[in-house]
Nanobody, 120 residues
Framework: QVQLVESGGGLVQPGGSLRLSCAAS????????MNWYRQASGKERELVAA????????NYADSVKGRFTVSRDNAKKTVYLQMNSLTPEDTAVYYC?????????????WGHGTQVTVSS
């Protein structure tokens, strides 16, 4: 198992930036694919960014491409989401997710989320 704790959320003006962090503890962090999801009020949770276990591959939702960057530091057991050029549409609770495929089954672990509010 892995435990996840997000931080770095807050209130930011449109056009501003935030950096989210997700610190992991427990099992081998480097074995997990790490994802950032978000859920806006009244909407379904959506995948924002993903990064492979080694950090060699990343993937982004179309809505954040060119503005968000996901990265990880396996030595620190931490994954980051750098968010630039934020708009009110980015307002949501952002969740860190760890996933791993073992013996034919995907396992998912979630943090409790951090609120990001983009408003003037």
């Amino acid at each position: 198992q892995v435990q996840l704790v997000e931080s770095g959320g807050g209130l930011v003006q449109p056009g501003g930036s935030l950096r989210l962090s997700c610190a992991a503890s427990g099992s081998t962090f480097s074995a997990y694919v790490m994802n950032w999801y978000r859920q806006a009020s009244g909407k379904e949770r959506e995948l924002v960014a993903a990064i492979a276990s080694t950090g060699g591959m990343t993937n982004y939702a179309d809505s954040v491409k060119g503005r968000f960057t996901v990265s990880r530091d396996n030595a620190k057991k931490t994954v980051y989401l750098q968010m630039n050029s934020l708009t009110p549409e980015d307002t949501a609770v952002y969740y860190c997710n760890a996933e791993i495929y073992l013996s034919g089954t995907w396992y998912h672990f979630w943090g409790h989320g951090t609120q990001v509010t983009v408003s003037s």
